[in-house]
């Protein structure tokens, strides 16, 4: 009996109302977009008129009519959602982030009964205005799914499963097969779940639904999680005279890194991102922020990549104010290099990049990060390289072969001179085609209602053309018109 | 003597050599993960050299390449990086055909720059990390001096360097420790034209025209399989 669970049931809901307080009268929609959105999340005026997030806005509009509709603001909620838990750290110095508009305070040590506890959290959140819902249980689940069911209820030891019982399945987050398949066998409540023998329940709905069962049976093994504390390390120069060279801000710079190191060993802490603010003389401010590879507190690798990001600043006056601020703070060391092997030095990388950056733009230096999609232009994301290389789950050929791949090379489409023959291309910018295969037909996200933003529909022909000069094309017919898409080389 | 004629002699005089003067391998040498290639240029790559990859766009130029990244990313398990002129005439590689070649993507970082200097200078930073086992570059037009540069620092750093593109310029040339030449000789098509025809791959020639190390003038042929590219 020492988690307390405060819940917000639609947490973008609550924060649009808490920014505009008429809004609480009326059914409310958020959407992600107002053009063709879909439903991020609804009060429950709006669940009880059949609206469910995923709709779109049309579908939601078709049984809501009198709602209103709010775009979702994620940055909002965020900062909202966490200016509640920097609150809640008045309860107890263990709060978990588990969810926007979940929030689990561990109470053990804390004097008072869970009635006190409840009472005390309930005056801490308060002035937000959101509409918490709390209850105090043995263990997470408990307390999360009571939350929600009333009030500040208080769950003795003993008693979790018995409460839990009533309550239907679709309180549990579950694959939807699973789901399906427990109402197909008459298993309508955590009750009825929990009764269902363990052993023959594992075995036949696999390791996943085990926890389930355990879950039914008021059972939680998980701990808190308790989010890092924001912490500020900071130092700066201002009003120590001014740098007019390169050399005197570099020295000022460095003079500066050895304070802010040990402000950060002090801390026994390492950064993930250096901000670096310069005031000039004329008012103007330059900020830098360094993206290292991997969190550090060593002043050389800070001071190299100053160095480098400078490169590309050019200052119209005196440097006359420095500010250092570590941001992405990390606890514990670093990996030392000789139990690396053979993965990439970080540190080299991020300095590459930087000076890559300062010198070709920030998006000079790119990676290729793979993601499921249907075409393989959106599949493959050109993504600069920030904090350590993507992983890719794409799965490359592993095995080494005695051939070569041909390489399909994308150019910029242009406009081709085709000649046709019975509506087939037969010369192409005065070439006769030697063999052509197609056309293959391509709809562009015929699954999907709309497009993204503006993006035109699109539907074209494409071929794979030899050209006499040995040339081997991939061509497309688009509104009469013949472009080139690609070269196999 | 023409050099057509001097090739023809050489070929002639290897052609009398006994198959272990052949085969022997230069020591030292980076194996370039194709055998028929490893044989050609009698052992492999030498680290810290520039190698040349020159022919038309569209004899095998860039799948040559991408398979000898694949060996470094994949097979050596090292970081690759690639230079690129997006709005050249050649475009720019498509990953998931490079992903298809083998090429661990984690391990390859696409460098973009609109010009020469922009070209030589990311060349020169990225060799100079210490980070990349290879770098990649096209043939552009540069002065004798910077390719000298940039061979030197390969060296110095045991960073393979390649050059690709139609047309290696004298200074390129010069400086190359390997020149490798491609001519795609057949394209292989499945079905009968039209509609059911479908690419399937294609042979083509290499050369080796320059070799620092061991004789030049091997020639083999390697097959190039084309994986169905989804739209």
Not at chain 1, 380 to 393: E, K, Q, S, Y
Not at chain 2, 76 to 104: H, N, T
Not at chain 2, 140 to 168: D, N, S
């Amino acid at each position: 009996m020492s988690i307390v669970c405060a819940s917000v049931p639609s947490f973008a809901v609550a924060a649009a109302c808490q920014e505009n307080p008429h809004l609480s009268d009326d059914a409310i929609l958020v959407v992600n977009t107002h053009e063709r959105g879909r439903i991020v999340a609804c009060d429950r005026q709006a669940l009880s008129l059949g609206v469910r997030p995923g709709m779109t806005l049309l579908q939601a509009s078709s049984r809501a009519r009198d709602a209103v509709v709010v775009v979702d603001d994620p940055a909002r909620n965020h900062a909202l959602w966490q200016h509640l838990l920097t609150a809640l750290d008045a309860a107890s110095p263990i709060v978990e982030d588990a969810a926007p508009g979940i929030a689990f305070i561990g109470m053990r040590g804390i004097p008072g009964t869970p009635q006190m506890w409840l009472a005390r959290i309930h005056q801490i959140l308060q002035p937000s205005g959101i509409p918490f819902q709390l209850a105090c249980a043995p263990n997470k689940i408990t307390a999360q799914l009571m939350a929600c069911v009333q009030q500040n209820c208080v769950v003795e030891p003993g008693h979790e499963a018995s409460l839990l019982a009533p309550l239907p399945l679709s309180v549990l987050d579950m694959p939807v097969r699973l789901y399906e398949q427990l109402l197909a066998l008459g298993v309508y409540t955590l009750g009825e779940l929990a009764t269902l023998p363990f052993a023959p329940f594992v075995r036949r709905f696999g390791n996943e639904a085990a926890l389930l069962h355990e879950y039914a049976r008021g059972i939680d093994q998980r701990l808190l999680a308790p989010r890092p504390h924001a912490r500020q390390i900071t130092r700066c120069i201002f009003g120590e005279g001014s740098a007019v060279s390169q050399d005197q801000l570099l020295v000022a710079i460095r003079t500066l890194l050895i304070d802010f190191v040990a402000d950060l060993t002090n801390a026994g802490l390492r950064c993930g991102r250096l901000r670096c603010t310069l005031e000039c003389e004329d008012a103007e401010t330059h900020e830098l922020v360094l993206q290292l590879a991997q969190p550090t507190a060593q002043s050389e690798i800070f001071f190299d990549l100053l160095k480098v990001r400078l490169e590309s600043v050019t200052l119209q006056a005196a440097v006359i104010g420095i500010r250092l601020s570590a941001e992405a703070l990390e606890e514990g060391g670093g990996e030392i290099a000789l139990f690396r092997g053979n993965e990439l030095d970080l540190d080299a990388l991020a300095t590459t990049v930087a000076r890559l950056s300062a010198f070709l733009g920030d998006r000079a230096v790119t990676q290729v990060q793979y993601r499921a999609a249907h075409r393989s232009d959106e599949a493959f994301l050109d993504l600069p390289v920030v904090t350590r290389p993507h992983a890719n789950t794409y799965a490359t050929a592993t095995t080494v072969h005695d051939h070569a791949q041909l390489m399909f090379r994308i150019v910029s489409a242009r406009a081709l001179q085709v000649e046709c023959r019975n509506g087939l291309p037969s010369r192409i910018e005065q070439q006769r085609v030697c063999h052509l295969a197609g056309p293959w037909r391509y709809e562009q996200r015929w699954w999907s209602t709309h497009l993204p933003g503006d993006t035109p529909y699109r539907s074209d022909d494409q071929f794979d053309v030899l050209l006499e000069d040995g040339a081997l094309w991939r061509i497309t017919h688009q509104d009469q018109a013949w472009m080139l898409c690609g070269i196999y080389d | 003597m023409s050099s057509f004629d001097r090739i023809q002699a050489f070929d002639q005089l290897r052609a009398r050599l006994p198959p272990t003067v052949i085969t022997a391998a230069v020591p030292g040498l980076r194996s370039t993960g194709l055998p028929q290639l490893d044989t050609a240029l009698r052992g492999g790559l030498l680290p810290g050299s520039l190698t040349t990859i020159e022919g038309q766009l569209g004899s095998g130029v860039s799948g040559l390449l991408a398979r000898l990244l694949a060996t470094v990313t994949h097979h050596d398990g090292k970081a690759a990086a690639l230079i690129e002129q997006p709005q050249a005439r050649q475009g720019r590689f498509d990953p998931a055909s490079l992903a298809a070649a083998g090429i661990a993507l984690e391990r390859l970082f696409f460098v973009h720059a609109d010009n020469e200097l922009g070209l030589a200078r990311a060349c020169d930073m990225l060799i100079r990390s210490g980070i990349f086992a290879a770098v990649a570059l096209p043939t552009v037009e540069m002065r004798a001096q910077v390719w000298t540069r940039l061979a030197l620092l390969a060296h110095k750093h045991g960073c393979l360097l390649f050059a690709t593109g139609q047309h290696a310029s004298s200074e390129l040339r010069f400086c190359a420790t390997v020149r490798l030449h491609c001519t795609r000789m057949q394209v292989q098509w499945s079905g009968m034209p039209h509609v059911f025809s479908c690419l399937q791959g294609a042979h083509t020639e290499i050369t080796v025209k320059k070799n620092k190390v061991a004789a030049p003038g091997a020639r083999i042929q390697l097959r190039y399989l084309h994986k169905a590219r989804p739209a």
